[in-house]
């Protein structure tokens, strides 16, 4: 055999092992380096899934809902969404004026994401794309209309709004992070809000395809979002089709080494 066949067997079996133990991993495999950081956090992770992702609060006849979208967990370096929806079960119309989003420290706001849905003269409920000013400092972004959108028992008008952000790549596994909200009422003499509300987003471990995009990116297993996140193609790969992912990367293996 000859001396470039060697090489080129060997690198077969380097990557075919590499990307097994990638997949072992996915699979819940257990590695010595890993366990005793995944024991660490166990005792926070279980406190921390009882902290609520979604609170309704009341302020007047105003009912105020604010969640994190979805079961309220997200991993370091990746996105989460908050939704605050208000109505008025009953009473009075009500206008509001201005929302201001208390965000955990640290958290991004990605720019494009924050949307309205209200009610409209022309047009009724519909939703629209708005730009927020953005407070880091603060750790806010907050949303203005002078002649405020309507919130109304008739015809259940109701306002809504939504605004997402990245999540620190060293946010700690297992805390479980606060969140607030303040808002403006046309004719009420001061604004109204809670900080903290008592929303929390739970920050989890990483998944496959998370880690792989976001750790692996010089070995050409992830890519970027654009905002800081990752889209996490390469992990879906794996978990989606590993024995075609493998035989692409010994196919670039043979290439190389040709």
Do not use: C
């Not at 406190?47 to 007047?60: D, G, L, N």
């Amino acid at each position: 055999m000859s001396r470039q066949s060697m090489r080129r067997g060997a690198s077969i079996v380097a990557a075919t092992a590499l990307l097994a133990g990638g997949l072992a991993l996915g699979s819940g495999t257990a590695v010595a380096a890993g366990s005793a950081d995944l024991g660490s956090v166990g005792s926070s992770d279980a406190a921390a899934e009882q902290k609520p992702h979604a609170v309704t609060k009341t302020a007047s006849n105003i009912s105020v809902t604010k969640q994190v979208v979805g079961n309220g967990k997200v991993a370091p370096g990746q996105k989460v969404t908050y939704r605050t929806t208000f109505t008025v079960p009953s009473g009075l119309d009500r206008a509001i004026t201005k929302i201001k989003d208390v965000h955990p420290a640290g958290f991004q706001y990605v720019e494009g994401s924050a949307t309205i849905n209200a009610w409209n003269l022309i047009g009724g409920q519909k939703t629209v794309n708005v730009t927020p000013e953005v407070n880091v400092e603060g750790n806010y972004i907050r949303v203005a209309n002078p002649l405020g959108w309507l919130v109304s028992s008739i015809d259940a008008k109701t306002l809504t709004f939504e605004a997402t952000y990245l999540v620190p790549s060293d946010a700690k596994v297992g805390e479980a992070l606060d969140s607030g909200l303040a808002f403006d009422v046309q004719f009420f003499q001061t604004s109204q809000g809670w900080d903290p509300m008592g929303v929390f987003a739970t920050i989890r471990t990483q998944n496959l395809g998370e880690g792989v995009a976001s750790g692996s990116a010089g070995l050409g297993l992830g890519s970027s979002d654009g905002e800081g996140g990752t889209t996490g193609s390469a992990g879906s790969s794996i978990i989606e089709n590993p024995s075609d992912f493998i035989a692409d990367i010994i196919s670039g293996v043979i290439g190389n080494g040709s």
